[in-house]
């Protein structure tokens, strides 16, 4: 699922007037993963022309990344930390858009190194619970969750001779999160099955994956790491997968970025000061890539 976290100060509005072009608005995005992966690429791309296309005023982006696959250490959040709060001190932010793949640490530190009044968006993408406390300040969240029943669905029905289904998936909580619901649908399954090489390295997996049956396809979980620790980003995994495969091969993490442009436009709404009593759940499509 991907959470879309909107954390406003109370009494928070917008303060400049329609049509005012004289007034800067500063928006700082800060990507837990590192900032030239295709998703988050796409995800910047999408919110510099949605805030511009949908503001009179001049706007300022800033952009930081912390590369936390090759950099996990909670020293090194610290250090980011106190890096985010040296740079930007003094600096009048609009507003704060926190991306995060593996888990909410960021979501927690960002708003300690910022002004207490900067409204923040914190897109967490992964299966993890939202924690019960996660700021001191009143937030709601948007859940969009993966339709794993319908996934599985789908590819049946684009594929009915199907008779196994070769899952590929890393070993992080989050990662193992989703495996699971993988597996609760396996389960209901007859006539299919379901391996899960999951304990597999990835070099493994690539080599294997060159010989499979004409009845298997290949589905692709999250891939944050592999059975021997090594990290992995799931769009690049699906980059060298696909074309060594011999079957197809079916992607749940890609479609975390489908609904986004309308993840978006609440963001817009929420810098215009719109806040409805109660967000929508929306399901996220499903994706082939073949």
């Not at 329609?18 to 992966?37: M, N, P």
């Not at 209901?188 to 304990?199: D, I, Q, Y």
């Amino acid at each position: 699922m991907a959470w879309l976290v909107l954390m406003l100060p109370a009494g928070w509005a917008q303060s400049v007037v329609v049509g005012d072009q004289s007034h800067v608005k500063r928006v700082l995005l800060i990507f837990s993963e590192a900032r030239d992966l295709p998703g988050n690429a796409m995800l910047e791309q999408s919110v510099r022309a949605e805030i511009l296309g949908n503001s009179t005023n001049r706007i300022e982006f800033f952009t930081e990344s912390m590369d936390v696959a090759h950099f996990s250490d909670p020293s090194h959040h610290q250090l980011f930390q106190s890096y985010i709060r040296e740079k930007y001190q003094g600096l009048n932010l609009d507003l704060l858009m926190v991306v995060m793949a593996r888990n909410f640490l960021l979501a927690r530190e960002m708003p300690a190194a910022l002004a207490s009044n900067t409204p923040s968006v914190f897109v967490v993408i992964n299966d993890l619970e939202l924690p019960a406390s996660l700021s001191d300040r009143p937030f709601t969240a948007i859940q969009q969750c993966f339709d794993v029943p319908g996934t599985i669905k789908f590819i049946f029905q684009l594929q009915p001779e199907t008779r196994r289904v070769v899952v590929v998936g890393g070993t992080s909580v989050a990662d193992q999160l989703l495996l699971s619901r993988v597996g609760q649908t396996a389960r209901s399954m007859e006539g299919v099955t379901f391996e899960f090489w999951t304990n597999r390295p990835m070099s493994e997996v690539y080599r294997a994956a060159q010989t499979l049956s004409q009845d298997t396809v290949i589905l692709l979980s999250t891939m944050q790491r592999d059975s021997t620790g090594e990290p992995f980003y799931t769009s690049r995994v699906v980059q060298t997968l696909a074309p060594l495969a011999n079957v197809p091969v079916y992607v749940l993490a890609t479609v975390r970025w489908a609904g986004m442009s309308w993840t978006l436009k609440i963001l817009v709404r929420v810098w215009a000061n719109w806040r409805p009593a109660r967000w929508p759940e929306r399901q996220s499509p499903k994706f082939l890539w073949r």
